[in-house]
């Protein structure tokens, strides 16, 4: 919403409330003049109607005294006539000569003279507006002019006309009335009007800065909200879009950042296995000639109980280095998957098994779920199972004696693909909500005796089956872990 020109930032609601006072004072200005004229005239043509019929009335009633040429009775009547409104009385002869006059000042030379023109028929009439000097005042008014027929026979004679002046002072003051009354009405028309454009623009305008707040957080690359739009209109409809737009980038997002993540983690194994190869190589011959000495040492007779002791505690030791480079050998090597048709129940089922004896220890208590109707899976069993030992071995490890691990088992569908999804939780430590990327790294640990490669170890098992593997969040104190697993994994 700028003026490129002159730089000038007006928004889009000034803009438009601007654009719509105009048209409104355009339109009501234009409906004001129109009425008021109107208005105008018509009270005008009325006091013109009432003016005659004045004039009419008078010619009546001295219709005896004209034709008897009777002008003080004339004279009389009409004096009697005069009022506030009728400001005077003239009657020509039909030489349109003064007749007869009341109400008139001296010097109102331009009234005493007959308007009507020459060819005189029943049904004319002349009028103008004029000022009129009253007592010293000026007074406007409307006068009139009718012809008179009297006397004759059969038809009445031309006899002359009469003439009065009617004061426009009350007329005005209604004028003046209407044309007030006009102002408030447009008045209140403009403000509704403008009231009404306000929210309407509101209407158009506030969903608009919605939207752009919206596109400026997601330039600045947080796709985290959306655009609260429940309207069916064409706002509506672009809040959609670009809501929809939203999720879209993020979805692209999030598959981008684990696309990276994921090539990291590959170029880490590489590494890290051809470090393993080398040290494997390197400390196995070495070791294994100290454990051969060890032991035939062990087997003199002629040594004491302390010295037997150390030679124990070297051979644990020995045992330790050995169990390491095996898991770290295992870790590194990448094999293919010996895929086969399994239930994912059985898998489960030989895992607690391996882990029976430690469960008792620990007087563990295990809660199950699992549909009797699940599909069964085409996956690696031997290293699915690795999966859940790893996950399980972790959660003996974190809960305290008598503690609770819960297995649930479920069908879900994803982009529509099925998948099993297996939720391993427990009540122990749990872990900090900012390691819940961390404990996937190799070597990642808390535990002093760790190798911290048993998670990073179950997802590159879980990603080789298509699946995932990650944190979520649960009730109450511990850990939940959840694995999705496509029921089909293509080779
Ligand atoms: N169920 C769990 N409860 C609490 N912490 C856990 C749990 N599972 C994993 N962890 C954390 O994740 C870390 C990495 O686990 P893992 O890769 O199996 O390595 P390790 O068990 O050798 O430490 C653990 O050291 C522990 O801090
Ligand atoms: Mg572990």
Redesign the pocket.
Same mark, same amino acid.
């Given at each position: 919403m700028r003026f490129a020109q002159a730089g000038l930032k007006i928004s889009l609601y000034t803009r438009f409330m601007f654009a719509i006072t105009f048209i409104l004072i355009f339109i009501v200005g234009s409906i004001l003049l129109l009425v008021e004229r109107r208005e105008v005239r018509t009270i005008f043509e009325q006091s013109k109607v009432r003016g005659i019929l004045k004039a009419q009335n008078i010619a009546d009633l001295n219709l005896e005294g004209l034709k008897f040429w009777d002008s003080t009775g004339i004279q009389t009547n009409i004096d009697r006539e005069l009022n506030d409104q009728l400001i005077y009385v003239v009657i020509f002869d039909r030489f349109r000569q003064l007749y007869v006059s009341a109400g008139l000042a001296g010097d109102a030379e331009d009234i005493k003279v007959s308007r009507l023109p020459v060819r005189v028929t029943e049904n004319l009439s002349v009028d103008r507006r004029l000022d009129f000097t009253l007592n010293g005042r000026s007074v406007p008014l409307i006068e009139i002019e009718i012809p008179v027929f009297a006397g004759g026979s059969p038809e009445p004679d031309y006899w002359g006309s009469v003439k009065v002046g009617l004061s426009l002072e009350e007329i005005y003051s209604e004028i003046r009335r209407t044309r007030w009354m006009l102002i408030l009405i447009g008045c209140s028309g403009f403000l509704l009007g403008l009231v009404g454009a306000g929210l309407l623009a509101r209407r158009i305008t506030g969903p608009m800065k919605t939207l752009v707040e919206g596109t400026r957080r997601i330039s600045r690359g947080d796709f985290s909200q959306t655009i609260p739009l429940r309207s069916r209109d064409e706002i509506g409809g672009l809040a959609r879009s670009f809501n929809e737009m939203t999720r879209d980038l993020l979805e692209t997002r999030q598959r981008m950042e684990d696309a990276n993540r994921k090539l990291i983690q590959a170029e880490k194994l590489a590494s890290i296995g051809r470090i393993s190869a080398t040290i494997a190589h390197e400390i196995r011959n070495p070791l294994t000639s100290v454990k051969l000495n060890i032991q035939k040492l062990l087997e003199n007779e002629s040594l004491g109980e302390e010295e037997k002791e150390h030679l124990d505690i070297s051979q644990e030791g020995i045992g330790l280095i050995e169990k390491f480079i095996k898991e770290l050998l295992n870790f590194t090597r990448v094999s293919d998957l010996n895929l086969e048709r399994f239930s994912i129940q059985q898998i489960i089922d030989e895992s607690l098994k391996i882990l029976r004896n430690i469960f008792q220890q620990k007087r563990i208590v295990l809660e199950r779920s699992c549909p009797s109707d699940l599909p069964a899976v085409v996956v690696d069993g031997d290293k699915l199972r690795q999966v859940f030992l %790893?996950i399980l071995r %972790? @959660?003996v490890?974190?809960v305290d004696e008598g503690g609770k691990i819960a297995l649930a088992v479920s069908l879900a569908k994803e982009n529509s693909v099925k998948k099993i999804r297996i939720r391993i939780s427990?009540n #122990?430590? #749990? *872990?900090a909500e900012k390691d819940w990327e961390n *404990?996937f790294e190799p070597f990642? !640990? !808390?535990?002093p005796s #760790?190798? #911290? =490669?048993? =998670? @990073?170890n179950a997802r590159k098992i879980v990603e080789q089956h298509m699946g995932s593997i990650k944190v979520v969040k649960k009730k109450g104190k511990g !850990?939940a872990f959840e694995i999705r697993i496509p029921c089909e994994v293509e080779p």
């Open positions: %790893n %972790n @959660s490890e974190a427990d #122990g430590c #749990g *872990i *404990i990642f !640990t !808390t535990k #760790g190798f #911290g =490669l048993g =998670l @990073s !850990t």
